[in-house]
Antibody, heavy 121, light 106 residues
Framework: EVQLVESGGDLVQPGGSLRLSCAAS????????MSWVRQAPGKGLEWVSI????????SYADSVKGRFTISRDNSKNTLYLQMDSLRAEDTAVYYC??????????????WGQGTLVTVSS | EIVLTQSPGTLSLSPGERATLSCRAS??????LAWYQQKPGQAPRLLVF???GRATGVPDRFSGSGSGTDFTLTISRLEPEDFAVYYC?????????FGGGTKVEI
C-alpha cells in the first residue's frame, strides 16, 4: 500500500525557514517523480514544485521560485521541501504527491495527508 | 502558464440529482486533465484521469469527458457522500495548474 507521510510543518515568523519532509513507503520511491501541492486555509489547491525520479530536474511555481528548494534522498525514501524567506501568503497545508512515472508529465495518483505551515509573527 | 477556469463556483443540488461540472483551459491540454474530489480535512482523491478514465474504486456514476480546452465531470445521481469540492488539474507539463474548484452542496 502506498503511503506518504508529511512532517515538519510548524509556526514560523515571516522571513524564516522551514524544511518539510515526506516519508514514502509501499512503492519503489526511486522510480517515481514527486511533487508538492499546497492549500491555503479555505482556498483551492496550488501546485508548488516537482522533481524527477532521479532528482536531476526540478520545476517550481512562480510564487515560490528562488525561495523554495525541492530535493529527495532515494536511499531514505524521502522527499524534502526547503522553504526560505517565508511570507504570510505561504501559510497553507502542504501535501506531497506521487506521480505515475519518473518524469514531469504524469498524473498525481497518490497524496499524503498534509502538514500545516503557518507563517505569522 | 495554463489557466483552468471551473464553473460554476458552487452547485446546489439534492441527492439523486445530476451534477455537471465544467473546466475550461486557456490553451489545449489534450487529454492531460484529471479531476479530484476533496472533502473537509482530507487530501484530494483522484476520480478521473486522461479526461475520461475512472480511477480505481471510483463509482461509475462519475464520468469525465472532453479534450483540448473544454472538459466536463458528470455525477449521474448524487449520493450524500458526493457533496464535496471538485478540482480539475492539467498534468501535461512540468508546470501544472489546478482549477479554482466547484463546491457541490446540498
Amino acid at each position: 500500500e502506498v503511503q506518504l507521510v508529511e512532517s515538519g510543518g510548524d509556526l514560523v515568523q515571516p522571513g524564516g525557514s522551514l524544511r518539510l519532509s515526506c516519508a514514502a513507503s509501499g512503492f519503489s520511491f526511486s522510480d517515481y517523480a514527486m511533487s508538492w501541492v499546497r492549500q491555503a486555509p479555505g482556498k483551492g489547491l496550488e501546485w508548488v514544485s516537482i522533481i524527477t525520479s532521479g532528482g536531476g530536474r526540478t520545476s517550481y511555481a512562480d510564487s515560490v521560485k528562488g525561495r523554495f528548494t525541492i530535493s529527495r534522498d532515494n536511499s531514505k525514501n524521502t522527499l524534502y521541501l526547503q522553504m526560505d524567506s517565508l511570507r504570510a501568503e505561504d501559510t497553507a497545508v502542504y501535501y506531497c504527491a506521487k506521480l505515475e512515472g519518473p518524469s514531469f508529465v504524469g498524473l498525481l495518483n497518490y497524496w499524503g495527508q498534509g502538514t500545516l505551515v503557518t507563517v505569522s509573527s | 502558464e495554463i489557466v483552468l477556469t471551473q464553473s460554476p463556483g458552487t452547485l446546489s443540488l439534492s441527492p439523486g440529482e445530476r451534477a455537471t461540472l465544467s473546466c475550461r483551459a486557456s490553451q489545449s491540454v489534450s487529454t492531460y486533465l484529471a479531476w479530484y474530489q476533496q472533502k473537509p480535512g482530507q487530501a484530494p482523491r483522484l476520480l478521473v484521469f486522461g479526461a475520461s478514465g475512472r480511477a480505481t474504486g471510483v463509482p461509475d456514476r462519475f464520468s469525465g469527458s472532453g479534450s483540448g480546452t473544454d472538459f466536463t465531470l458528470t455525477i449521474s445521481r448524487l449520493e450524500p457522500e458526493d457533496f464535496a469540492v471538485y478540482y480539475c488539474h492539467n498534468y501535461d507539463s512540468s508546470r501544472r495548474t489546478f482549477g479554482g474548484g466547484t463546491k457541490v452542496e446540498i
